[in-house]
């Protein structure tokens, strides 16, 4: 699976935590964090991330589309976002074919997540 090849639970939550740092950075879209508790959301998206990819544990969380509703968040950011994952795989050392179908994987949640 991806999850396998990309080494992990403990390599996905590396990530993560990678991804959001790079969100936090970015004026554009850091704005739509404010007052989340970024450790929890690392952990939870880390979670996502391992189902989506072929982990053995079940998304237990909520699901995508209600929690990002109210958002408005544009294909346009989500496409800012996308290349913060992009970035953050390919600063780990990812291999640039498994970023790729990393990526293709995240892509999976934009239907769900853009609303504006
Ligand atoms: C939750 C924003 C894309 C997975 C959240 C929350 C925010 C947010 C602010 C916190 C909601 C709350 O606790 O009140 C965004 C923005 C995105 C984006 C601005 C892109 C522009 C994604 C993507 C994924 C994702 C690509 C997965 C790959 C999650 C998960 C949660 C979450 C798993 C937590 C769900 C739960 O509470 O069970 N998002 N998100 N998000 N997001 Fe996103």
């Not at 959301?41 to 909520?62: E, M, V």
């Not at 968040?73 to 913060?84: E, P």
Request: aromatic fraction near 6%; proline fraction near 1%.
């Amino acid at each position: 699976t991806l999850f396998e090849q990309l080494g992990g639970e403990a390599a996905v939550t590396a990530v993560t935590t990678q991804f959001y740092a790079n969100i936090q950075a970015d004026a554009t879209v850091s704005n739509f964090f404010n007052g989340i508790n970024m450790a929890d959301q690392t952990n939870k998206t880390a979670s996502f991330l391992c189902a989506a990819l072929g982990g053995p544990k079940a998304w237990g969380g909520r699901n995508l589309k209600e929690v990002h509703a109210n958002m408005g968040i544009t294909n346009d950011q989500f496409t800012t976002v996308i290349g913060h994952l992009r970035s953050a795989l390919t600063s780990a050392g990812v291999a640039a074919d498994l970023v790729e179908q990393t990526v293709a994987v995240a892509e999976t949640v934009r239907g769900d997540v853009v609303t504006a």
